[in-house]
């Protein structure tokens, strides 16, 4: 009989897999547990439609991913903050301002936990930060700190 798991299930599969049970064991465990549901035509359907909708929103992240990469690779997103004599700075640069300015300046919104930086820019100069915009994609973008 096929089943539909609605949870993971040792031996035989993960949640979303469709898989040939034996008749007794989805009678007696895995529907009355709740691990599985029956495999018509209908529910076949159903995660078919899912799995191309899934695949669609994931393919059209992607592009998104890709058009940000190009906007913010090698592009110099600049400081002016106030600071002492040394060259030190009165507040650091975080990766929240850092966003804040890339949405501003290019236009480009980020989340402050994909931007990667050694740490918190304390001193004026040029850094680095690389921008996590999907799995397999990041963007390189030049921080230039003047006081």
Do not use: C, H, W
Request: charged share 30%; proline share 2%.
């Amino acid at each position: 009989m096929k089943v539909l798991l609605l949870a993971d299930v040792k031996g035989k599969g993960k949640k979303g897999d469709i898989v040939n049970a034996p008749d007794g064991y989805a009678r007696n465990y895995l529907f009355p547990n709740g691990l599985a549901a029956e495999a018509t035509a209908q529910v076949l359907n159903d995660v078919k439609n899912k799995k191309e909708a899934e695949e669609f929103r994931k393919s059209e992240e992607k592009k998104a991913a890709l058009a940000n990469k190009e906007k913010l690779d090698n592009a110099s997103v600049v400081f002016k903050t106030t600071g002492g004599v040394d060259g030190r700075l009165y507040s650091a640069v975080t990766a929240k301002d850092i966003a804040e300015k890339i949405s501003t300046v290019l236009g480009v919104e980020v989340d402050k936990k994909k931007i990667v930086i050694a740490d918190n820019i304390k001193t004026v100069g040029e850094y680095n930060a690389t921008v996590k915009l999907y799995p397999e994609i990041s963007a390189k973008v030049r921080i230039i700190v003047e006081a």
